[in-house]
Each structure stands twice: as structure tokens, then as C-alpha cells.
């Protein structure tokens, strides 16, 4: 499978945006799928993860404001994140986890930049 990540740009605090990271290469519905991000300095950090519909995790300071969701069908991830803040700064990444194989994968970041 590979992942293409986008959605990321510069957005005011309090904002919104989405960000989609299509499959290709495989059906999107094999894997666990997940975002993570890394903020300047800062080490890799969970943002969210889907197993399924009804089964998914978030980061602590994203609960409330973030969510993730897929439409296997477009073979596509999605997170929609709301009242963007400056610590929201980083690169995002999606990874696909399949668990049965025992491999993950990870696309390229897009960059989300959040301005005070």
C-alpha cells in the first residue's frame, strides 16, 4: 500500500481544516489507519487512530476538537480538525497498520501551520 497525504496550509487560530490521505496499492479496509504529527523540536506525537468506524483513539489535547473517520469505499482516511491552535503547528502523517502481516506504513507529511 502507499499512502499520499494532503489538506495541510496555513490557517488563523480557532480555524478548521481536513486532511485526506487517499491508499493506493491495497484496500484501505486491511488496515488500522492513524495520524501523527511532529511539531518543530518536538517528538513524533499521536494524533488519531481508526480501526473501524466505531473504533477509534485520540491524542489528549485532541479529544473534542479533532476527528477522524474513512470511507474505505475512496480508499481514504480523514481528519477534521477544528478550533486550530498554534500548538497544532507540525507535520502531519498518516501511517496503515496491518496487523494480521505484521507491517505499518507511513505517507509523506503535508504541513499544517497554524498563525496567532
Known amino acids: 500500500v502507499q499512502l499520499q497525504a494532503s489538506g495541510g496550509g496555513l490557517v488563523q487560530t480557532g480555524g478548521s481544516l481536513r486532511l485526506s490521505c487517499v491508499a493506493s496499492?491495497?484496500?484501505?479496509?486491511?488496515?488500522?489507519m492513524g495520524w501523527y504529527r511532529r511539531a518543530p523540536g518536538k517528538t513524533l506525537e499521536l494524533v488519531a487512530t481508526?480501526?473501524?468506524?466505531?473504533?477509534?483513539t485520540y491524542g489528549d489535547s485532541m479529544k473534542g476538537r479533532f476527528t477522524i473517520s474513512r470511507d474505505n469505499a475512496k480508499n481514504t482516511v480523514y481528519l477534521q480538525m477544528n478550533s486550530l491552535q498554534p500548538e497544532d503547528t507540525a507535520v502531519y502523517y498518516c501511517?496503515?497498520?496491518?496487523?494480521?502481516?505484521?507491517?505499518?506504513?507511513w505517507g509523506q507529511g503535508t504541513l499544517v501551520t497554524v498563525s496567532s
Open positions: 501511517k496503515a497498520v496491518r496487523i494480521s502481516r505484521g507491517f505499518e506504513v
Open positions: 496499492g491495497s484496500l484501505l479496509s486491511l488496515y488500522t
Open positions: 481508526i480501526a473501524d468506524a466505531s473504533s477509534t
